[in-house]
T-cell receptor
Framework: GAVVSQHPSRVICKSGTSVKIECRSL??????MFWYRQFPKQSLMLMAT?????????EQGVEKDKFLINHASLTLSTLTVTSAHPEDSSFYIC?????????????FGPGTRLTVL | DAKTTQPPSMDCAEGRAANLPCNHS???????VYWYRQIHSQGPQYIIH???NNETNEMASLIITEDRKSSTLILPHATLRDTAVYYC???????????FGEGTQLTVNP
């Protein structure tokens, strides 16, 4: 149980285009989903926290108008990178926390490798 | 959340126990110790967590010192597939964010 999927796993796009990444909790309901970014040889950096049905909370330095997050249901959150540029190339990882969990374990997706040309 | 300190890298022979230390001297009473690992180019995987008692599951054991200022993650019989970056994270219970440090790169050698 506790499986989180991401789609696509890998995407290459041209500079200036927008890219949407989906994160789904497959066998549990997730009231809270998190989006992280990881550059090569670095640790994960939290970008934003999203709760189902409400606006996402962004970390300092993360542009909310550039990284649009939607968490419309208890099993789906999306991250849209708008007007992507080469510096947005990174490994984007989502995680989900089960609605029924009394602890703080998060279940992570496999990640999406974004390359902006 | 309390800050954690881990060695940047460790090596272990296949089949031996891997003991990964973590210092969290500023941990507060309501904070748990969580361990995650990340195999190269994959999302992190939850391993185990604990408050003050030692914990064991099918993946690992977690030993927390009595003063809770440090802990050790034990993989009893390391395999090559255990090669990963291991993150020790201290955080409160539900609702809190996970702050990832640099972790320990564990390399299991044949």
């Amino acid at each position: 149980g506790a499986v989180v999927s991401q789609h696509p796993s890998r995407v290459i796009c041209k500079s200036g285009t927008s890219v949407k990444i989906e994160c789904r909790s497959l066998d549990f309901q997730a009231t809270t989903m998190f989006w992280y970014r990881q550059f090569p040889k670095q640790s994960l950096m939290l970008m934003a926290t999203s709760n189902e049905g409400s606006k996402a909370t962004y970390e300092q330095g993360v542009e909310k108008d550039k990284f649009l997050i939607n968490h419309a249901s208890l099993t789906l959150s999306t991250l849209t990178v708008t007007s992507a540029h080469p510096e947005d190339s990174s490994f984007y990882i989502c995680s989900a926390r089960a609605a029924t969990s009394s602890y703080n374990e998060q279940f992570f997706g496999p990640g999406t490798r974004l390359t902006v040309l | 959340d309390a800050k954690t300190t881990q060695p940047p890298s460790m090596d272990c022979a296949e089949g031996r126990a891997a003991n990964l230390p973590c210092n969290h001297s500023t941990i507060s009473g309501n904070e748990y110790v969580y361990w995650y690992r990340q195999i190269h180019s994959q999302g992190p995987q939850y391993i185990i967590h604990g408050l003050k008692n030692n914990e064991t599951n099918e993946m690992a054991s977690l030993i927390i010192t009595e003063d809770r200022k440090s802990s050790t993650l034990i993989l009893p019989h390391a395999t090559l597939r255990d090669t990963a970056v291991y993150y020790c994270i201290v955080t409160k219970t539900s609702g809190s964010r996970l702050t990832f440090g640099e972790g320990t790169q564990l390399t299991v050698n044949p």
